[in-house]
């Protein structure tokens, strides 16, 4: 803080900013080393001695012609211009991480594909936001990955943004039970969804179902670490011009000496953008400890 005197006669006295009769001196405070202006009446908060006790009184407070509104104050608060006046409030620390303009969900990665703009914006305070925007084509960027720590029954992605064209979806791991798993869209579990797939041969489909088949895990008779794995496109999935399409290619191993590779694909039958997904098992059985399932954005 500044801190100048000035005569008490610049301050007439009249209205609320005033010297009392007999002060010799006027106290006048500046905030963050700004100097004080000249005229200490419009520009800056001000403090009054009153000489028959020393004591210093609060006069009405004003910086720069707005009015300073100070609610309960903790350490390290700053004042802050709002557009009309001057608030208290805390101010950004340490550097945060976002990707096209959205904060990422973990604040320990940056986003970075090849061809990426990177834009450094100053917050002030020590503080500084990168963001990580554009890429080439093709480019993949992780939304989200879940790691099981116990068996579980269903896994949900949500708040899935629109900025990118596709999502890809890629699971490992093992069921307690059966091997196939389905998708729902957006909490729709009626029977809006259509699956057609193929493994070694062998075809199948199923229309107006609720849970589509449309990926593989190893199932529980699979030998001892055995794990199955899907790579699966959710094509368009933001746009509303027509239903989603969804194509998957899967691997694994049932018994010692049984092995397939199987293909799905299928329809939600909804023009929405798909901002939510759960995963499940088509028998109602549980993904096993370990299994891992990563959602990316794919521009």
Avoid at 154 to 174: C, D, E, H, Q
Wanted: proline share 4%.
């Amino acid at each position: 803080m500044n801190r100048e005197s000035y005569p008490a006669s610049l301050f007439p006295l009249c209205g609320d900013l005033s010297a009392e009769a007999g002060a010799t001196t006027v106290e006048v405070i500046g905030l963050q080393n700004i100097p004080i202006a000249p005229n200490p009446l419009t520009e800056w908060a001000v403090l009054t001695n009153r000489p028959s006790n020393g004591d210093l009184e609060w006069i009405t407070p004003v910086l720069n012609g707005g009015n300073i509104t100070i609610s309960t104050l903790i350490p390290g608060d700053v004042l802050v211009w709002n557009g009309s006046t001057w608030v208290n409030a805390t101010p950004p620390s340490g550097i945060l991480l976002e990707t096209s303009g959205v904060a990422n969900g973990s604040q320990s990665e940056l986003n970075l594909v090849a061809g990426s703009n990177i834009t450094l914006t100053d917050n002030g305070f020590g503080s500084v936001t990168i963001d990580a925007t554009g890429g080439g084509g093709g480019a993949f960027v992780k939304i989200s990955e879940t790691i099981l720590g116990s068996d579980t029954a269903t896994v949900s992605f949500s708040a899935i943004a629109g900025t990118y064209r596709n999502l890809k979806l890629v699971i490992t791991g093992r069921s307690s039970s059966g091997s196939d798993f389905y998708l729902q869209f957006n909490g729709d579990n009626g029977s809006n969804y259509d699956d057609y797939y193929s493994y070694n041969g062998g075809t199948g489909s199923g229309y107006a179902t609720n849970l589509p088949h449309w990926g593989s895990v190893a199932p529980n008779a699979a030998p001892t670490h055995q794990a199955g794995s899907t790579d699966l496109m959710i094509f368009d999935y933001a746009r509303t011009a027509w239903y989603k399409n969804i194509l998957s290619i899967a691997a694994r191993k049932d018994l010692a000496t049984t092995g397939y590779i199987l293909e799905f694909g299928g329809t939600w039958n909804s023009t929405a953008a798909i901002t939510a997904i759960v995963v499940g098992l088509c028998d109602g059985s549980n993904f096993k400890t370990g299994t891992v399932l990563t959602l990316y954005g794919i521009n």
